[in-house]
């Protein structure tokens, strides 16, 4: 049962009397738009705190828009469309102070481990026992965590609407295969990267679903490594710089994404295409100018990034 006290929504769960009283939960919520008739509850305490979760049926959401568009997921901004629009600006920045932080307090936590251990071998139990108390915890460590969590998750979700908001089709690069030498996530946090790459396909795949939107997905081999204005297996990417043959400059990540939507309509290389196969279709198209950088047909392959 539920009833609202003071302002604020209680849950009621009565249990068998010969167990006790029933168990009275007050939320934080007010109860406006909470509907838990019917609804099975998963209580999780956690920190001292209870977290009352319960399943909902999602509404269809705003209309969503009428292009086509490519996305290349990145890692100074959430997404870059094919416009060269970049969504959620802060998801790099998000990433980069919660792995410096997380690399400083790691360093300092190692050396706390030499220095109880040592007074533990020396016989000095209640110092040692007072550093592992007072200081190797990891009760902060886990509220940080969960609170840069909770904020790449708003950010990548916005950022998903921000792109439905103008797309009936949104075209990606397959999120859930593995990006080697994929230089620039190296700076951050290795299980925050994972997690992160993670909640930006759940959130793509999500908001399509809820807005009537088709996700699309394509082979990521090479979209970073080919010139978007030629189609053709050139150029060099430095960061958040393309450096075409002809000298021009353009932005990276908006040229990956020109290539992720161009690939959408190629009739060669599919999702499932290996990324060595994609690699001989590309220099097959265009042998005589790579060439000249050294990259025959036959030369030995890598795992790309996207």
């Known amino acids: 049962n539920t009833e609202i006290v003071n302002g604020y929504l209680t849950i009621v769960i009565h249990i068998a009397a010969k167990y006790g009283e029933a168990i009275r939960l007050t939320t934080t919520s007010s109860g406006k738009n909470v509907k838990l008739t019917g609804s099975n509850l998963r209580i999780i305490v956690k920190d001292g705190f209870s977290e009352i979760h319960y399943a909902t049926t999602k509404g269809d959401g705003r209309p969503r828009g009428e292009k086509m568009i490519g996305i290349d997921k990145g890692y100074t901004e959430a997404f870059m469309d094919s416009e060269g629009v970049a969504h ?58 969960d609170r840069t969590h909770q904020r790449l998750r708003t950010i990548a979700y916005q950022s998903a609407h921000t792109i439905v908001d103008k797309a009936a089709v949104v075209v990606s690069e397959d999120l859930t295969a593995p990006m080697a030498k994929k230089q620039a996530w190296k700076q951050f946090n290795r299980r925050m990267s994972a997690w992160a790459k993670g909640v930006l396909a759940e959130a793509l795949d999500s ?5 009537q939107a088709e996700h699309c997905l394509v082979a990521s081999a090479y979209t970073s490594q080919m010139d978007s204005v030629t189609g053709l297996l050139e150029g060099k990417r430095v960061g958040d710089k393309f450096y075409r043959v002809n000298g021009e400059v353009i932005q990276a990540d908006h040229n990956a994404a020109l290539n992720v939507l161009r690939r959408y309509e190629d009739a060669e290389i599919t999702r499932f295409t290996p990324y060595q196969e994609v690699r001989r279709i590309l220099l097959a198209r265009s042998p005589a100018q790579l060439s000249v950088n050294g990259h025959e047909l036959q030369a030995q392959a890598y795992q790309p990034c996207a």
């Open 88 to 145: 959620g600006k802060d998801f790099g920045k998000v990433m980069r102070v919660y792995s410096d932080k997380a690399s400083t307090t790691g360093k300092a936590r190692n050396k706390l481990y030499v220095l109880e251990r040592r007074h533990r071998e020396a016989g000095r139990i209640a110092k040692a026992d007072h550093i592992k108390l007072c200081n190797l915890g990891r009760i902060k460590i886990e509220r940080r965590k």
């Open 207 to 211: 908001v399509c679903t809820q807005r």
